[in-house]
């Protein structure tokens, strides 16, 4: 049975996630890039098959190429499509998969092969859940699993795909949130919940965030309720999903609402006064105290080990 497998790329997000989860299948892998030639140079070290790239036109974005991706998935007839769940991404993969008339299928994790079907491990219920579902034809899915480093190999050769000149979308505007999206990509990010007293206490939290290099994320009874914090800052299910390196909790009770959105996240460390707080059966490290005389604590530690 053919396994081969089409990844859409469109930035580096769970590149590494995605390729591991392939792999199961055990076929070839071509990446189709739909961006800069240097993400398609960079990823053609990363063991795939064929690197193919689409770079867009200044000013035009990826999903104004959907069709030209969907002409390519329909050459190379992959049995799994798969892309990440970054917005222009999803939007070629369905595209191509109306094209390719496969399955749809969202909240990928995992892959593997039954005979000759392909089984999808996929997360429902908040995450609480894992279903397999098997598929006897070709498969078109979103991964939203966890990334992981990729190990560099020789590259193969970039084969570059005139972009259409005829596309008639553009960009003619761009406005910055306040704070921009640092946050979602940031290494270390502080979460603050409504466990924080006052607004004029964000002051200690945000000299926590300076001296740990952080940026500053929140539950949503801080943005929605509080009106302490907008909305670009709020992490969880309904808002953004944060892959850190490190994610300080701090007077967060830890619903699943918000933890799912730091699921991604290295190390997760709970402050909390409550020791039954639901946070600490979520973290890898859990003071039970109050956020007020440790905080202060975090700060000096944080400014000596930064020098
Ligand atoms: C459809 C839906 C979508 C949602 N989406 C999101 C989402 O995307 N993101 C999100 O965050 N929430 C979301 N929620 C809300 C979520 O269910 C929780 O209500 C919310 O996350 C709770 O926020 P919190 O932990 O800051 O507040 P609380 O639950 O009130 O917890 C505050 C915590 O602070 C602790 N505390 C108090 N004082 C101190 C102190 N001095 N020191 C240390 N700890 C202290 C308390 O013990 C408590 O555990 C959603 C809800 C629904 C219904």
Redesign the pocket.
Known sequence: MNMNSLMIITDQRRVGGMLNAVKALGGPITAAVVGPRSLADTVSAWGFERVLCLEPAQGVPAEAYSAQVAEVAAAIAPRLLLASDAASSRMLLAAAAAKLNANVIGAVRALSVDGDAIVISRSTADDKVLEDIEAAGSVAGIFSGADVDVITTQPVSVEQIAADSSTNMRLIGVVESEGGNGMLTAARVVG??????AKDDLKLIEELAAAARAEIG?????CEDLRWLSEHR???????QVSPELYI??????????M??VRDAKIVVA????PE???FKFCNYGII??????VPALISAFKNMNG
Do not use: E, F, W
């Open positions: 603050v919940g409504a466990g924080l007293a929140c539950s949503l009874p801080v709020v992490i969880g299910s309904s808002h953004s909790a701090l007077g967060i009770s830890g619903q699943p609402q918000h799912t959105g402050i909390n006064n409550d707080a639901r946070v105290g109050d956020l007020y005389k440790i």
